[in-house]
Structure formats: structure tokens, C-alpha cells
């Protein structure tokens, strides 16, 4: 067990420094032990762990009376890396979208992989659609975000032609067997085989056979195509204030994220082909 483990090492930590009781334990011993982590070159999720393991143990001690204080509060643990979002380059979205339509299903999963890389919706924005929600003339989607927050999305003439035919000769088909379905599942836009509203669950498992049947080499999620569709958009100019109202994020930090795709990937350009990279 890591928390058992955890306080094993810093035991061991207490040995050497010759430190025989929880209460000697001060802030600054607790600095040393995190020097000390760092020094070994753990990863910082690591070093985090343990010393929350720490902290925890500490505040049972204080609860329990064994010591007067926990030397833990105030300590500042190593800030976690921003994780970079997945995202694919063009190639690999044309790969994916090659896509059989002359049946139904191949009409409904080439719309439903249009509009989430076209749109850069979330799974669950998708599957809230209701055709009452369309407007393929002028190329609109309302979508319902976090927090019930309505927003206009957009999507272009190759996604609205994708729908579009989804709408008119695939949809029908799923429409057929929806007589046991309630009214507001008949309103879906996106229908499974018994013509009830698509569940995301279902439009996760439909991407990934698409994705082993490209040869993509790489997990793709319905949000790897959202992270794409941002990315896409900046590498074309799009202005950062554009994007996020795109992406129907609340705050423009969040959707900086993307900003650091570009920097990763100029800066893996210039080490490959730079001679003094």
C-alpha cells in the first residue's frame, strides 16, 4: 500500500537525522525530506503523494493528541505540469474521416465524427442535440455546455453535407424502430439501432473502431477531436478570444492550453533540424 510505504520512507528519513518522535518533526525537517524526494529524481505526482500521505498522518496525530502541531501546514508541493491535450494533425483526420456511407450507419458515424471535429463539441454537447437545435442553412448548432450554459456553435459546408445526408437518408432508417421511444428521444438528432438517443458511452465506442480501422497508432477520444479542432484553429490564426467562445470555455486560461501546442511543436521542429539543436 503506497500510504503505508510512504511513511516507511520517511521513518527511515527520521532515522538518519536521528530524529527518535513524531514531535520532533519541524517545518524545517520537513523541507529537507522534500529536498531530499526531489534529489532523487522522483516524478513530482510522486513526490506529491507522499507528502500528502504525510500530511494526512500528521493531522491524525494532531486529532489524536500525540502531537501539539502538524510541521506539514504551509508546505508547498511541487506544482504539477500542465498536461499537453492530445490532439491530431490533418493526415490523421482524413484518415479517420474515410468513412463508408452507403449504409445508414456509415452516414450517421460520418456525421457524428464531422460535427465533433468540425464543431469542436463535447460528447455529451452532441448527444444533447435535438433537431430543433440545427440550422444547416446557415450552419448553426445550439449547444448546451457545463453548467446548462447555451451557446452557438458552427459548422462548415463538409460537415453540413455530412448531416445533412445523415438527416435525410440515414436517420430514418434508426427512426423506424423508435416506436417504443419517448417523444424527447425521438427529437434526437444522433439515434442508436433501436432509435433511441445515441449515449456517449456509444459515440466513444464508434470513434475507436473508426480509429483501429486507420491505423492511427494513438488513443483518440471524442475529445481528441475537440483538442483538434482548437489546435487546428490557431495554427490558422484563429484569435485565442474566437477559440474559447468556440469551445464554450468560461475562462480564456483555460483555453491557452492550446496556445502551448504550437510552442511544442516549433520547438520539435527546430530540434530536429536545427545543427546546433
Given amino acids: 500500500m503506497n500510504y503505508a510505504a510512504d511513511l516507511a520512507q520517511f521513518v527511515e528519513f527520521m532515522h538518519k537525522k536521528k530524529l527518535n518522535a513524531w514531535e520532533q518533526v519541524r517545518p524545517t525537517e520537513i523541507r529537507e525530506y522534500l529536498s531530499h524526494l526531489m534529489e532523487q529524481g522522483l516524478e513530482r505526482s510522486t513526490i506529491s503523494r507522499k507528502i500528502a500521505s504525510l500530511r494526512s498522518f500528521y493531522k491524525y496525530l494532531v486529532r489524536h493528541g500525540v502531537v501539539s502541531s502538524n ?52 460528447v455529451s454537447e452532441l448527444t444533447g442535440l435535438n433537431l430543433e437545435d440545427i440550422d444547416l442553412e446557415r450552419g448553426y448548432l445550439r449547444v448546451y455546455g457545463k453548467g446548462a450554459k447555451e451557446r452557438i ?49 456509444s459515440v466513444r465506442r464508434i470513434l475507436n473502431s473508426y480509429a483501429e480501422k486507420a491505423a492511427l497508432g494513438k488513443n483518440v477520444s471524442p ?15 484563429a484569435d485565442l478570444r474566437v477559440v474559447q467562445e468556440l469551445l464554450g470555455h468560461a475562462n480564456i486560461s483555460t483555453t491557452q492550453i492550446y496556445t502551448h501546442l504550437g510552442r511544442e511543436q516549433i520547438k520539435k521542429t527546430y530540434q530536429q533540424t536545427h545543427p546546433r539543436a
Fill in 223 to 237: 475529445h481528441t477531436l475537440r483538442h483538434s479542432f482548437a489546435t487546428h484553429l490557431l495554427e490558422g490564426g
Fill in 71 to 122: 510541521p506539514l501546514i504551509g508546505l508547498q508541493t511541487p506544482k504539477q505540469p500542465k498536461k499537453l491535450p492530445e490532439f491530431m494533425y490533418l493526415r490523421e483526420i482524413e484518415e479517420l474521416l474515410k468513412i463508408d456511407s452507403s449504409t445508414p450507419r456509415g452516414l450517421r458515424d460520418r456525421a457524428i465524427l464531422e460535427v465533433l471535429y468540425g464543431s469542436g463539441l463535447r
Fill in 153 to 201: 456553435s458552427f459548422l462548415g459546408c463538409t460537415g453540413c453535407r455530412a448531416l445533412n445526408d445523415y438527416l435525410q437518408k440515414g436517420r430514418p432508417f434508426f427512426l423506424v424502430r423508435a416506436q417504443d421511444q419517448a417523444e424527447a428521444a425521438v427529437q434526437a438528432v444522433f439515434l442508436n439501432k433501436n432509435g433511441g438517443r445515441l449515449t456517449a458511452r
